[in-house]
């Protein structure tokens, strides 16, 4: 996917805004003024990138022919929700290896929220041990599939000798490791490197309104 610049953002998004509210499509001028753009010209460079780019067409000969391409709007990952984990105290899941063998349902996704990572899915969170990590309860997390993490990097540990699953940021430290709450009411847990098993890191988070 093509990033645009600011302004060609604010230019795209003020296209469908203004598409939106009135039912048909701005001017130049309009769009010069919604986006305090100074000058005709630098809206007409503007929108001449986003019509290469593929983000709108336009018809020459037709007033008023701006128009969205709708393709660029559409969800291009799915993303397969398998279940809850817990921040806060682990919880039992059905199986050291899997949260369940068929999805509780799918997430549409862009590339944009999905970064383009393989091997994703998402997990709802239960619990407020991540807080200050800015995952909170309720929150959905996006989990690339990988057996290993660097120090701090926030992972789905499964807890061999206890069954269960939890969500925590993990340090490799002599002999053990730790795994870490990002609430300071809560306590580090400690492991020895054969009782857990790293299932996944943490790429994105979807909040809840």
Same mark, same amino acid.
């Given at each position: ?113 999905? +970064? ?28 690339? +599939? ?33 795994? +870490? ?29």
């Amino acid at each position: 996917m093509v990033r645009t610049s600011d302004t060609k953002r604010r230019v795209l998004n003020f296209i469908g805004k203004f598409l939106d509210e009135r039912g048909y499509a701005p001017t130049v001028r309009d769009i010069a003024r919604g986006c305090n753009i100074s000058t005709p010209s630098v809206v007409q460079y503007h929108l001449n990138t986003l019509e290469r780019q593929g983000y709108i067409r336009r018809d020459p000969e037709v007033f008023r022919s701006i128009q969205l391409v709708e393709k660029k709007r559409e969800v291009i990952s799915r993303v397969p929700l398998l279940g809850a984990i817990a921040a806060g105290k682990p919880i039992p899941v059905p199986a050291p290896d899997t949260w369940t063998t068929v999805p509780e349902e799918t997430l549409r996704l862009t590339e944009e929220v999905t +970064q383009g990572k393989k091997d994703v899915y998402a997990l709802k969170v239960k619990g407020t041990s991540m807080i200050d990590a800015f995952v909170d309860d309720g929150d959905t997390v996006l989990i690339q +599939q990988t057996n290993k993490v660097e120090d701090g990097e926030m992972a789905v540990v499964w807890l061999k000798l206890e069954q269960e699953v939890t969500l925590k940021k993990v340090y490799h430290e002599a002999g053990r490791i730790r795994l +870490q709450p990002a609430n300071k009411e809560m306590k580090s847990m400690y492991y020895q490197p054969e009782d857990v098993e790293i299932q996944g890191k943490v790429v994105g988070v979807l909040r809840k309104l």
